[in-house]
């Protein structure tokens, strides 16, 4: 007890390693992510006293499970930025969307209609379980309209278990963003062997805090200023502060 206690007033002083968030599900009741605008309000405000100055908010788009679209999420942006307004929350809070890489992502790609953050990166996200028939023309896609793809929490997909398979999905074109939470375990053991790795590797570009509520924010709050994000920050070159 005397230990976590200790551990706890030390991280105190430190700071986070970046001002600007990656990806996280904070506009309400369209996805698995926030459940209310207070809630989305007390984790926006947690971020900001953590000294995040801009978040990059990305909601699932997933066709058959969260139908969303540009003009749904660019519309709960404008909500959440009223209210943040009201409450004198002053921060930046930009949109994208979690892509789901399928055909309807493909489709969506043909006719440009993307949500992409910074100089034109999309983030997408996988099965867990398994490879996606359309990942290779989906990258290629991407690539071919200049958008830059950002392959969301690589450390989490259990089909991917070797540095091998790793780099050849950056020699595909592939960028990675890691979740913070996963360095401190949150997501199993598994996933934070292969953060870890990714890590070590000097394979990380964006870090993220995956944020969709308030047991996620008690974790992060922890694992942002820990050793393993310091040590991220100092084998990686980190892009967030580039958006």
């Known amino acids: 007890m005397l230990k976590r206690i200790k551990e706890k007033f030390k991280n105190l002083d430190k700071k986070i390693p970046s001002s600007v968030d990656l990806h996280s599900h904070l506009i309400p009741q369209i996805d698995d992510g926030s459940d209310s605008i207070k809630t989305s309000l007390k984790l926006v405000r947690q971020m900001k006293n953590l000294g995040y100055k801009k978040l990059i908010i990305t909601p699932h788009i997933m066709k058959k499970k969260y139908p969303n679209d540009m003009k749904i999420i660019r519309q709960g942006l404008l909500e959440l930025r009223s209210y943040l307004k009201v409450e004198n929350i002053e921060i930046e809070i930009e949109a994208a ?25 999309v983030l997408l996200e996988l099965p867990y379980t398994m490879r996606p028939e359309v990942l290779e023309r989906a990258v290629l896609s991407l690539l071919q309209f200049n958008y830059k793809p950002v392959l969301a929490h690589p450390e989490r997909y259990r089909f991917l278990n070797s540095v091998l398979e790793y780099r050849k999905l950056k020699e595909l074109g592939l960028l990675f963003q890691v979740n913070i939470n996963s360095l401190g375990g949150y997501y199993g053991q598994e996933a934070k062997k292969k953060a870890l790795m990714l890590s070590q590797k000097s394979m990380i570009d964006f870090v993220g805090s995956d944020l969709h509520h308030e047991k996620h924010m008690k974790h992060f709050e922890k694992n942002v200023v820990s050793n393993h994000v310091e040590m991220l920050f100092r084998k990686n070159k980190i892009l967030n502060d580039t958006l």
């Open 97 to 121: 969307a979690e892509y789901y890489c399928d055909e309807h992502f493909l489709s969506l790609i043909r006719s440009k209609e993307l949500l992409s953050f910074g100089k034109q990166y």
